[in-house]
C-alpha cells in the first residue's frame, strides 16, 4: 500500500458566492507511507484573510514531534510562503517509506528548525538539520552506517556539510566537506571533498546488486564537482 | 586530477558481466588444443553502452584508482555458462565521468595470482593464472583486453607429451585444454 491511515476531521466552506472562505482541521491517524508509519498528522488550514492560507502541521506518535506553521499567499505568478518548521525530533525509522527503499534499518534522529519562504520555483530555505545517533542501510550496498551527531546548513547557496562524519560498521570515517549548491532543489551542483580511511562501501552479497556485489574498502580523498539534474 | 581512491586489501568484490549482450565478443580462440607450455587467452569483454553512462549528467570527476595486491576481484564473464575469473593483483587506473555521463576507465591491472574458470561443451576446468597476466582498459570500463595466461594442471598419462619432450614428465604434468 503506497500511503495509509484514518482521516478524520471536519471542513467548512462559507461564502461560496463571493471569498470562498474555508476552514478545515484535519488528523491523519497512523498515516504511513511505502509501509512506514510516519505517526499522526494534525492539518488546520484556512483561509479567512483572501488569498492567504494559513497553515499549521503537526506530526506526532512513533516518537515524532514536528511543527509546521505559516502562511501561503496566492498571488498568481508571485505566490510565495512563509512557513517555519520546527523539529523537536523527527524519527528516521518514520520517514525510511519516503527513501523509496534505498535506505532501510534506520534509527536515530533529525532535530532541527527550518525557516521555509519563496517560491515554488526559488524556494529559500534556512536553517539547520542535525542528525543525531542516526543509523541506516543503503540498500544496494547492504553497508551500515552510523551518523552520531551531524549537521548539514540550509544556506542562500544550497546545502553546506562541515565536516559531516559518516561512521561504518567498524567505526571507519568518511568525511563529507563543501557544498551542494541549489537554488531550486531540483538542480544540483556539487563542490564536496570527500575523505575515508579504509572505509566500508559495500557489504553485499547477489541478493542486494546483481551487477555488483560483495566486501570493498577504500580509502580517499576526492572532490567531487560538477552539476546534476534529476532526469 | 580530482582525487584518489585506494582499493584496500580485506576487498572482495564481485563484478557480472550481464548477459543481454554476449559476454565475450569471439568465443572463437579462446579454447585452443596448443602444444606449448601455456595458451593465451585473449579476448575482450564488452557490455552494451548504457552501462557505461551513469543516470546523473553534469558530474565531472577524474580519480585515481588503486588496487591493493590482496583485493579479491571476481569477474563473472559468462552467469549462463559458470565463467568467470578470480583475480588478485595490483592495479593503477584513472577513473572518470564527464560531464555528458559518460564513464571512462583507463589503465592496467597486472595480476599476481587467480583462476579462471572456464566451462566448455559440458567441462568445466578450472585454470591457474600465471603472474605477469594483465587486464587493461583504454577508455570503456565494460571493454577490458584480457591478457591472462592459465595453465590446468591433469593427472593424466601424458604418453604423447612425454613422446615429444622429456621435460613435461617431471613432477608436475600439465595438459592444455
Known sequence: ?231 | MDGRIRVNDKTQLTIVIPQDDPGIVDREGIVQFVDMDTFQLNTSISVQDSLTHTQMTGMDVTVAISVDKNAVLNLIIDEANGDFLKVKGAANLDGGIDPSGKVTLTGIYELEEGTYNFSFNQLRREFQIRRGSTISWTGDPYTADVDVTAVYKANTAPLESCAKSDRRCGSERHQYL
Open chain 1, 1 to 231: 500500500m503506497l500511503a495509509g491511515g484514518i482521516i478524520n476531521g471536519k471542513a467548512s466552506l462559507r461564502e461560496l458566492n463571493t471569498n470562498r472562505v474555508f476552514t478545515s482541521d484535519l488528523t491523519i491517524q497512523d498515516f504511513s507511507f511505502h509501509g512506514d508509519t510516519v505517526g499522526n498528522i494534525s492539518m488546520k488550514v484556512n483561509n479567512e484573510k483572501q488569498d492567504t492560507y494559513a497553515a499549521e502541521v503537526t506530526i506526532s506518535g512513533r516518537g515524532n514531534d514536528v511543527k509546521m506553521d505559516g502562511y501561503y499567499y496566492n498571488a498568481g505568478a508571485q505566490s510565495h510562503f512563509d512557513l517555519n518548521a520546527h523539529l523537536v525530533q523527527l524519527s528516521l525509522k518514520s520517514i525510511e517509506g519516503f527513501t523509496l527503499g534505498e535506505l532501510h534499518d534506520a534509527s536515530g534522529n533529525i532535530t532541527g528548525d527550518l525557516a521555509i519562504k519563496g517560491t515554488m520555483a526559488t524556494p529559500e530555505i534556512r536553517g539547520d538539520l542535525r542528525f543525531q545517533q542516526a543509523g541506516f542501510k543503503l540498500t544496494r550496498f547492504n553497508s551500515y552506517y552510523r551518523a552520531q551527531d551531524e549537521h548539514i546548513r540550509f544556506t542562500p547557496d544550497g546545502i553546506e556539510l562541515i565536516n559531516f562524519t559518516l561512521l561504518d560498521s567498524t567505526g571507519n570515517k568518511a568525511v563529507f566537506d563543501g557544498n551542494v549548491y541549489t537554488k531550486d532543489f531540483r538542480d544540483y551542483r556539487f563542490g564536496l571533498i570527500v575523505h575515508a580511511e579504509n572505509f566500508q562501501v559495500l557489504n553485499s552479497t547477489r541478493e542486494d546488486n546483481k551487477l555488483y556485489f560483495g566486501r570493498l574498502f577504500i580509502d580517499t580523498k576526492v572532490l567531487i564537482k560538477g552539476i546534476s539534474t534529476i532526469l
